[in-house]
């Protein structure tokens, strides 16, 4: 039996009541470094005004932050191995929050991995010299359109990239229903309240039977009988 045999053996309901969020993770290089903040390069553009958390550094010298996208621009294109081209971002990142513990690990980090001597220009913007990739992380809330054991369909301020694999969480009645989705694709929608909406298809994947039947309860008391 195909995929879409498979997706077809569980109609979808329309519902407005059902909320969720995801986790999602982008993928961005520093370009420079400040006790303040910093400068990063990414192929996915970056929300102004939200919120990342995201690690600097391995193993005890690392330092675990939060940061707001204050800016973010189209800076050019980028040809891959596979021969795609992909747009690249540059993004300037604001520190949330720096207590004196963050600070200080923060200290010890750029004395360790930044090109110039940091007592010269602690405040200013610093290259850094490893080239390993970092991991930007936040949480995206949103509303379930249609519902099925095999799906959903979701309004989300936040499109994560199709195909990727995200970390979902449902709000099922009182219980938290937690799984793990496929991006099939993502459309932009229309303006809400001054911020752009998306519209994202997602597929349910690696949902073990116990969890099946437990979305399948739900779709069958809650929405079929409203059909």
Known sequence: MSDQDERR????????EVQGSFSYSVKAHVDNLSLGGFAVRTSAQLQVGRKYNFRLGEGPDSVQLEGKVMWCRLAGTEK??????????????????????HAEQLHVFMEKNVILDLKQRIFGRLKVESQDEIDLETESKFLVKQLSASGMLIITELPPKPESIVELE?????????CMGRVVYAAEVDLV?????YRVGVEFV???GDRLRVLENFIRIELARED
């Open 80 to 101: 891959r191995d596979t021969g795609d081209v992909v747009p690249v971002y540059s993004a300037g990142i604001a520190f949330e929050d720096i207590l004196t513990t």
């Open 170 to 178: 449902l709000q099922l009645n009182d219980d938290v229903f937690e």
């Open 206 to 208: 690696q949902l073990s």
């Open 193 to 197: 309240e001054e911020e752009l909406r």
């Open 9 to 16: 053996r569980y109609p979808r309901f329309p519902t407005d």
